[in-house]
């Protein structure tokens, strides 16, 4: 993962390579131990779609970063992949499509860049006030 400044309050966990999923699940339900379990849920739902989308259509999962940050309270997750050399195809996948909807379904806000041969999607879930 690329570094970035994070936010004041803000507390993160970095996870690169393919077998990070099982320990971001548990990194990400302890950061969230003060959260309902059903926000909890939707965060761990949301962040399993975001690293399975980044494995989609011929790319490679990159690394992954969950943040917490404090005003207003939310949940940060970015995602980095490598993009294919050459594209799939011009239209996404049906998978990738599903996933789409489910991102826009769970997540407060969301959007993808692309630079060169690197995407990077963030998407943020608001939290309740502690």
């Given at each position: 993962?690329?570094?970035?400044?994070?936010p004041p309050g803000a507390a993160t966990a970095v996870f690169n390579g393919p077998d990070t999923?099982?320990?971001?699940r548990v990194t990400l339900r302890a950061m969230l131990a003060?959260?309902?379990?059903?926000?909890?849920?939707?965060?761990?739902?949301?962040?399993?779609?975001?690293?399975?989308?980044?494995?989609?259509?011929?790319?490679?999962?990159?690394?992954?970063?969950l943040s917490l940050v404090q005003?207003?309270?939310?949940?940060?997750?970015?995602?980095?992949?490598d993009e294919p050399e050459t594209p799939a195809a011009t239209e996404l996948s049906p998978e990738r499509v599903a996933g789409r909807f489910l991102i826009e379904?769970?997540?407060?806000?969301?959007?993808?860049?692309?630079?060169g041969d690197i995407s990077v999607t963030r998407a943020e879930l608001v939290l309740p006030a502690r």
């Open positions: 993962m690329t570094e970035e400044p994070q999923a099982a320990a971001a003060h959260v309902p379990e059903a926000i909890v849920g939707d965060a761990v739902q949301l962040m399993d779609e975001l690293v399975t989308d980044a494995g989609r259509d011929g790319a490679t999962f990159r690394g992954l970063r005003t207003p309270p939310r949940l940060r997750i970015d995602v980095e992949r379904d769970l997540a407060s806000t969301w959007w993808s860049h692309t630079l």
